[in-house]
């Protein structure tokens, strides 16, 4: 089937996550959700910020996944397919099983990916050895093992030097850790270390109780400690370290390493000619910030992790995000109702 043969979608949102259900709710509160195709092939919806809660409280790691179709409105179009590509110039979006759809207005919800294997030894050594994350579905789990039966010594905690998603959740992460092992008669035996990627010191708003050099309530936090590599056998995690324009490497052994990944958006908006080309926000979509419309293309908007805007990634953002975008739409398609 070619892409003419396609149905033409007045909106069509790329990404069910949360950015994209948050657009959907969004859509729908504006009367707009019959006029709406969703492309997303996962089956499932997961609530990822309460993995944080999976991974220091115990939480079922089921009770953060539900079946898609309880999050898209009944009159909205379920695509479940892969999109391989997008065609701004031609208002089409590529499917894995060669078909496409076409759009008069498209909001990429696309979110961002964990890289996992831009740690040498982190993917292999996950769950194991002390090495955890709450930023996978099946890993949280693993780190509350580790987080509840933790009898003391050095345990890390890291951020990393890319924008990620949650906003101060590195933090949170600890701070939930530190609270149960406090309870628990362990954190005396604890040396608690925050190791932060970014070399200028910690971001404003994400870690204000947290000093910006030195320590603070016996946590020591290390700015320009940007985690490259997990020894798993050694228990060892090496850092590169950036202080002004030097940079050397430090090895810190640990009993536990809770390590937030590095993260990209999908090479998918790379690739299409949506986002920015070099600088900073390399990879991230080109957008103006007061609308969330694209910067050259004013048929698409953006919602979410996706977009190079400054600030934290946060569910939060992301739902303001999609009820401006509504709004914008809504205004746009009024004239033709």
Request: proline share 6%.
């Amino acid at each position: 089937m070619t892409a003419k043969e396609e149905p033409l979608f007045p909106i069509v949102v790329l990404g069910g996550g949360a950015a994209g259900s948050a657009v959907l709710n969004a859509l729908g509160d504006a009367g707009l959700a019959a006029d709406t195709a969703l492309v997303e092939p996962s089956p499932y919806h997961y609530d990822q910020p309460e993995w944080v809660r999976v991974g220091t409280e115990g939480r079922d790691k089921a009770d953060t996944r539900s079946p898609r179709h309880a999050n898209i409105p009944s009159a909205t179009t379920w695509i479940q397919k892969s999109a391989t590509g997008i065609q701004p110039d031609e208002q089409i979006v590529n499917m894995d099983d060669g078909t496409a759809v076409r759009y008069e207005h498209l909001v990429v919800a696309l979110g961002i990916e964990t890289l996992w294997d831009r740690i040498r030894g982190l993917k292999s050594s996950l769950g194991d050895q002390g090495v955890c994350s709450v930023y996978g579905y099946e890993q949280a789990e693993r780190t509350w093992e580790m987080i509840r039966s933790f009898s003391g010594g050095r345990a890390i905690f890291t951020a990393p030097s890319t924008p990620h998603k949650g906003g101060g959740a590195p933090l949170q992460i600890l701070r939930r850790a530190e609270s149960l092992w406090r309870d628990t008669g362990t954190r005396a035996q604890t040396e608690l270390v925050f190791a932060v990627a970014a070399p200028t010191g910690l971001k404003e708003g994400a870690y204000d109780d947290l000093s910006r050099d030195g320590d603070k309530d016996d946590v020591h936090v290390y700015t320009g400690y940007d985690l490259i590599e997990v020894r798993h056998e050694a228990q060892e995690a090496v850092f590169s370290v950036t202080k002004g324009r030097s940079q050397t490497r430090q090895v810190l052994p640990y009993d536990l390493l809770h390590v937030v990944p590095p993260m990209r958006p999908p090479a998918l908006l790379e690739e299409s000619g949506l986002a920015h080309r070099d600088g900073p926000m390399k990879g991230y979509m080109e957008m103006r910030p007061e609308s969330f419309r694209h910067a050259r293309f004013a048929t698409v908007f953006g919602v979410g992790d996706a977009l190079g805007v400054e600030g934290e990634k946060t569910g939060e953002r992301a739902r303001e995000q999609a009820a401006s975008v509504a709004q914008a739409l809504l205004r746009l398609r009024a004239p033709n109702e």
